[in-house]
């Protein structure tokens, strides 16, 4: 008698288990069924900007990589006409040379632009045209997207081709931030601005200056050698090592007239 409790308790358990599991089931499917409903219905009202959104991106990457492909190309072509015009330049073609830097210019980037300008403005004053590569010269310093070292290369050699049509003052101005100790211009840009003033009467800043490149050893040897004579010339002493230029630079030093 004691053990039909037991078997109705325990039917009565598995039937309570049967249901919360058919309930749980029902439970799912109505989640899932409303889940679809949301979705269906995000994708009526947002499926359609989304899809454009969409597209609109890829298209965009598809750009993109086109036009890095195309530029890619296109620098490959440049490189390779410069190395064209460098040949020719090497070969003594100078107005071949000059035409396939013109296109250089036209269709290279800032740095190479800015390089076959330089070149074609050696290449002017090779043909004794000054005017044009004074030009050339000053399109490159005045071009704020050629890397510095260009432009003030651009600018020595600007002013150094109309050193004789410039006012003193003006050589002094624009060389003088790159007449300095340590600038990779100090001895071209240095021995320009010290002429300048001499030019100016002002020997007492001339005479430093052209004593200071001689000492520098960082600049061309011809450069000091020119500086160095000019700074005897206004009676200071350039003469770092007296053993060395008596040795090497004799003809130079005798050349020097006493100030």
């Not at 599991?21 to 989304?50: K, T």
């Not at 043909?127 to 490159?140: H, I, N, S």
Request: zero cysteines; proline letters at 5%.
């Amino acid at each position: 008698m004691a053990l039909r409790p037991s078997r109705s308790q325990s039917r009565a358990d598995q039937l309570a288990k049967r249901d919360a599991a058919q309930q749980e089931v029902f439970f799912r499917e109505v989640d899932e069924a409303l889940r679809q409903d949301e979705m269906v219905g995000l994708f009526r009202r947002y499926g359609i900007p989304l899809a454009i959104v969409l597209v609109a991106g890829l298209l965009a990457l598809a750009g993109y990589l086109y036009w890095h492909h195309s530029r890619e190309q296109a620098r490959g072509a440049v490189g390779e006409q410069f190395t064209v015009a460098l040949d020719k330049v090497d070969a003594g073609d100078l107005a071949a040379a000059d035409k396939e830097l013109a296109a250089v210019v036209e269709k290279g980037g800032d740095g190479s632009a800015a390089a076959a300008r330089l070149l074609r403005g050696g290449i002017a004053l090779q043909q004794d045209r000054p005017a044009e590569a004074a030009k050339l010269f000053a399109a490159v310093a005045a071009d704020s997207d050629a890397p510095k070292p260009f432009r003030d290369l651009a600018t020595v050699r600007e002013i150094a081709v109309r050193f004789d049509e410039l006012p003193p003052q003006q050589v002094v101005d624009r060389l003088k931030p790159l007449a300095v100790p340590g600038s990779p211009w100090f001895g071209s840009a240095g021995e320009l601005v010290g002429i300048a003033y001499m030019k100016q009467g002002r020997n007492d800043l001339a005479g430093p200056l052209f004593a200071a490149i001689a000492k520098d050893k960082e600049v061309l040897e011809s450069i000091r050698r020119r500086t160095r004579q000019l700074a005897g010339l206004l009676g200071v002493d350039a003469i770092d090592d007296v053993a060395r230029v008596a040795a090497g630079d004799a003809p130079a030093a005798a050349a020097a007239p006493t100030p």
